[in-house]
C-alpha cells in the first residue's frame, strides 16, 4: 500500500492541475459553459487538451517528485502556472502558453533526470531493463528531432514572412528546436519506451499510425509555412501524448490482470535491484 502513496498523489496533483487550467480557461473565456448549439468538433478537441494535457504534467511531475526525487518540472509548472495570473494573459496566449508547457517541463524532466542518474542521487533508479528502455527512447525521441529539424523546422526557418522578428532568428530557430526535442520525449519516447520495457503494443501502433501521416504530408506542409498545421501541431502532440500514454496505460492494466508482468516484478521492485547487474556507458550511465 505505500508503494502506491506516489500514485494516489501524483492523480490528485493531476486533478489540481486540470482544474487550474480549467479554472483559467473560463475566466479568460477560451473554455464557455454552459456550451451552447454551436459547439464543433474542433472545440471539443481543445477543450480536451486545456484538460487533459496539464493533468498529464502535473500526476507526472508530482510522480516524478515522489518517486525519484526530480523536482525542477514541479517547479516549472508551478512557474507556468502562476504565469497567466502575473502577467494578465488573453485566451489565445493561455491556450499557447498550456500546450507549450507540456514539451517544456518534459526536456527539464529529463536534464534533471540525466544530471541526477550521472551524479548516483537518483532516488528509486529504474533497474538494468528500465534504463535500457529509458535510454532507447530517449534515442527515438532524438533521431525524430533530427528528421523533423531538417525536413521541416529549417525550411521553416529560412522562409522570409516579411514580418520583424521578436528575437534573433538563430534564438527563435534554437526556441523551436527545443520545443521540438519536448514533444518528441512525449509523443515519440514514451511509447517507445514502454514498448522496450513492458512490451506494449498500443501506444506503438497509434504512433507508427501517426509517423505515416507525419512524414508524407504534415512535415511538408510545415516546410512550406502551413499556419493550420502549425497550429494543429501545437495541440496535437501534446494531446497524441496524453492519448499514446493513457492507451499505454489501459494495456499494461489488462495484461497486469491477466498475470504478464509477475516475473517482471519479482525480478524489478522498482528500487533498481536488478540481480546486481550494473549499467555502464548508456545514456544514463548509473551502476544498478
Known amino acids: 500500500m505505500l508503494r502506491d502513496r506516489p500514485l494516489r498523489a501524483s492523480l490528485a496533483g493531476g486533478l489540481l492541475a486540470a482544474v487550474v487550467a480549467g479554472g483559467y480557461g473560463v475566466a479568460t473565456d477560451v473554455i464557455r459553459l454552459p456550451v451552447g448549439p454551436g459547439f464543433l468538433p474542433g472545440t471539443l478537441l481543445l477543450y480536451a487538451a486545456l484538460v487533459a494535457v496539464p493533468f498529464a504534467l502535473g500526476a507526472g511531475a508530482v510522480f ?18 502562476a504565469i497567466p495570473a502575473a502577467l494578465g494573459w488573453h ?22 533526470t540525466l544530471v541526477r542518474a550521472r551524479l548516483g542521487r537518483l532516488a528509486n533508479p ?22 523533423f529539424a531538417v525536413r521541416a523546422a529549417l525550411p521553416l526557418w529560412r522562409i522570409d514572412t516579411g ?43 497509434g504512433l507508427v499510425a501517426y509517423l505515416l501521416v507525419d512524414f508524407v504530408f504534415v512535415q511538408p506542409a510545415v516546410a512550406a509555412g502551413s499556419g493550420l498545421v502549425v497550429a494543429l501541431l501545437l495541440g496535437g502532440w501534446p494531446t497524441l501524448s496524453v492519448l499514446l500514454t493513457a492507451a ?24 533498481g535491484d536488478d540481480r546486481g547487474l550494473t549499467v555502464e556507458g548508456g545514456l544514463f550511465g548509473d551502476r544498478v
Open 248 to 271: 499505454g496505460a489501459v494495456e499494461w492494466w489488462l495484461r497486469k490482470r491477466r498475470g504478464d508482468y509477475e516475473s517482471d516484478d519479482e525480478e524489478d521492485d522498482g528500487n
Open 163 to 205: 514580418v520583424p522578428s521578436r528575437v534573433p532568428p538563430p534564438v527563435d530557430l534554437a526556441g523551436t528546436l527545443l520545443y521540438v526535442l519536448g514533444a518528441s520525449l512525449l509523443f515519440v519516447g514514451v511509447p517507445v519506451a514502454l514498448n522496450r520495457r513492458f512490451g506494449l503494443l498500443a501506444p506503438g501502433v
Open 64 to 81: 516524478l517528485g515522489l518517486r525519484h526525487r526530480v523536482v525542477l518540472p514541479l517547479v516549472a509548472l508551478v512557474g507556468f502556472a
Open 91 to 112: 485566451g489565445g496566449l493561455l491556450v499557447v502558453g498550456v500546450l507549450v508547457a507540456a514539451p517544456l517541463v518534459a526536456v527539464v524532466a529529463l536534464a534533471e
Open 126 to 147: 529504474p533497474s538494468e531493463r528500465g534504463y535500457r528502455a529509458l535510454s532507447v527512447g530517449v534515442g527515438a525521441a532524438a533521431v525524430y528531432t533530427g528528421v
